[in-house]
């Protein structure tokens, strides 16, 4: 099994940055995947970003492209998420996930999720 612990979340205004991490702990070494989900108040859960363990391939979603960047962290075992030029509908909960499996953009390709952070942007 795998922990996941999320931080770095908070207020911002828009057009600013913020930067998520996600510190892994468990069984990480046979990882496929890690990625970041986000669920905004009566939506469903977006896939925000991907990053496999294997060879570092990486995937965004569609509304955080050119603006979200992921990385890992190999010293710590995490993976963040900076975020910049936030707009207000990137308020959100951010979840943290990871997979044995696969990788994939649906909720239900995830076995293991954080607690999640929140994200807000607003003046």
């Known amino acids: 099994q795998v922990q996941l612990v999320e931080s770095g979340g908070g207020l911002v205004q828009p057009g600013g940055s913020l930067r998520l991490s996600c510190a892994a702990s468990?069984?990480?070494?046979?990882?496929?995947?890690m990625g970041w989900f986000r669920q905004a108040p009566g939506k469903e859960r977006e896939f925000v970003a991907l990053?496999?363990?294997?060879?570092?391939?990486?995937y965004y979603g569609d509304s955080v492209k050119g603006r979200f960047t992921i990385s890992r962290e190999y010293a710590k075992n995490s993976v963040d998420l900076q975020m910049n030029s936030l707009k207000p509908e990137d308020t959100a909960d951010y979840y943290c996930?990871?997979?044995?499996?696969?990788?994939?953009?649906?909720?239900?390709?995830?076995?293991?999720w954080g607690q999640g952070t929140q994200v807000t942007v607003s003046s």
């Open positions: 468990g069984r990480t070494s046979s990882l496929y995947v």
């Open positions: 996930a990871a997979s044995y499996r696969r990788a994939g953009t649906r909720p239900r390709d995830y076995e293991y």
């Open positions: 990053i496999t363990w294997s060879d570092d391939s990486i």
